[in-house]
């Protein structure tokens, strides 16, 4: 299998693949990493870039890849949580190498790298532009990476051979709001749906891991009446907030949330003149 990534637009990409009818195709989706965090499960993450790797799986990063919290000037800052690697006068500086070095072996891999809070956040008060600076990097280094926006697409496109394709649509959000203990960000997979038109949805932003599907009826352009399939994915984070027993998260009353983002798994099937398309997706833990 070989693939490559293209800009369509300011706010869409398209993943190509050159498959064999029936092959299985991955592609890791993650959130809310906050590497360069203290808390953050360094060791669940890479095990899940190497994974992607032997699978050459392409990576899609949905927004905070950063923390970027621990500067002096930032009232959230905590000692606990700065890694010795970022002490120093120059933060941001040594936040975009250290990442740099981290992701670097996983550079062919990585496709999409999206805004989240916490890169807006020092874009609007500092004017830097973490996720641009890192992509850049990786990019020198010989990766296929794009910097895209908060929110946008990624079309996945399958070229069979002899004029046979297929594709689906990706609609992705870094995430808003709380996610309450109750409703846990099930009521945004309902706004999304009524916003963007797609196949998959994928959001991270509050930490927790949750799938739910929902079947459209409708006209084909033959007029027949037809179902589609639509998946809601909500990724989990790599930040392990809760150890230690103290600082913001536990002062909030929050527990422990699910550590880990998804697979997405596309096996394209030729059947007479049509091609067909199976979506399956595990959690990555």
Request: hydrophobic fraction near 35%.
């Given at each position: 299998?070989?693939?490559?990534?293209?800009?369509?637009?300011?706010?869409?990409?398209?993943?190509?693949?050159?498959?064999?009818?029936?092959?299985?195709?991955?592609?890791?989706?993650?959130?809310?990493?906050?590497?360069?965090?203290?808390?953050?499960?360094?060791?669940?993450?890479?095990?899940?870039?190497?994974?992607?790797?032997?699978?050459?799986?392409?990576?899609?990063?949905?927004?905070?890849?950063?923390?970027?919290?621990?500067?002096?000037?930032?009232?959230?800052?905590?000692?606990?949580?700065?890694?010795?690697?970022?002490?120093?006068?120059?933060?941001?500086?040594?936040?975009?190498?250290?990442?740099?070095?981290?992701?670097?072996?996983?550079?062919?891999?990585?496709?999409?790298?999206?805004?989240?809070?916490?890169?807006?956040?020092?874009?609007?008060?500092?004017?830097?532009?973490?996720?641009?600076?890192?992509?850049?990097?990786?990019?020198?280094?010989?990766?296929?990476?794009?910097?895209?926006?908060?929110?946008?697409?990624?079309?996945?496109?399958?070229?069979?051979?002899?004029?046979?394709?297929?594709?689906?649509?990706?609609?992705y959000h870094h995430g808003y709001g709380g996610g309450g203990e109750v409703t846990r960000g099930m009521i945004d997979q309902?706004?999304?749906?009524?916003?963007?038109?797609?196949?998959?949805?994928?959001?991270?932003?509050?930490?927790?891991?949750?799938?739910?599907?929902?079947?459209?009826?409708?006209?084909?352009?033959?007029?027949?009446?037809?179902?589609?399939?639509?998946?809601?994915?909500?990724?989990?984070?790599?930040?392990?907030?809760?150890?230690?027993?103290?600082?913001?998260?536990?002062?909030?009353?929050?527990?422990?949330?699910?550590?880990?983002?998804?697979?997405?798994?596309?096996?394209?099937?030729?059947?007479?003149?049509?091609?067909?398309?199976?979506?399956?997706?595990?959690?990555?833990?």
């Open positions: 299998m070989n693939w490559n990534v293209s800009r369509l637009d300011s706010q869409a990409a398209e993943i190509l693949f050159e498959v064999s009818p029936s092959e299985k195709v991955t592609v890791l989706l993650m959130a809310d990493e906050h590497a360069d965090n203290a808390h953050s499960d360094l060791a669940l993450l890479k095990r899940h870039h190497d994974e992607a790797r032997e699978l050459n799986a392409p990576i899609l990063k949905f927004g905070d890849t950063f923390c970027a919290m621990e500067g002096k000037w930032d009232r959230r800052k905590s000692e606990a949580a700065l890694r010795p690697e970022m002490r120093g006068g120059n933060y941001f500086d040594k936040l975009v190498s250290w990442h740099t070095g981290l992701y670097m072996p996983y550079a062919k891999q990585i496709a999409v790298v999206s805004d989240g809070n916490h890169e807006a956040s020092i874009l609007q008060h500092h004017q830097t532009d973490l996720a641009e600076r890192l992509v850049h990097n990786l990019r020198m280094v010989g990766s296929p990476a794009l910097h895209m926006p908060f929110t946008g697409f990624v079309r996945f496109r399958f070229d069979l051979g002899n004029k046979h394709q297929t594709s689906t649509v990706l609609h309902s706004r999304t749906r009524g916003q963007y038109d797609a196949d998959i949805y994928i959001s991270g932003h509050i930490h927790r891991r949750n799938a739910d599907e929902n079947v459209m009826t409708g006209l084909n352009n033959l007029g027949r009446v037809v179902q589609r399939n639509q998946v809601f994915l909500r990724s989990g984070t790599y930040k392990a907030e809760e150890r230690g027993g103290k600082g913001y998260h536990i002062e909030k009353g929050r527990a422990a949330r699910p550590l880990g983002g998804w697979w997405l798994e596309m096996t394209p099937r030729r059947e007479r003149n049509a091609v067909t398309l199976d979506i399956s997706y595990r959690p990555a833990t």
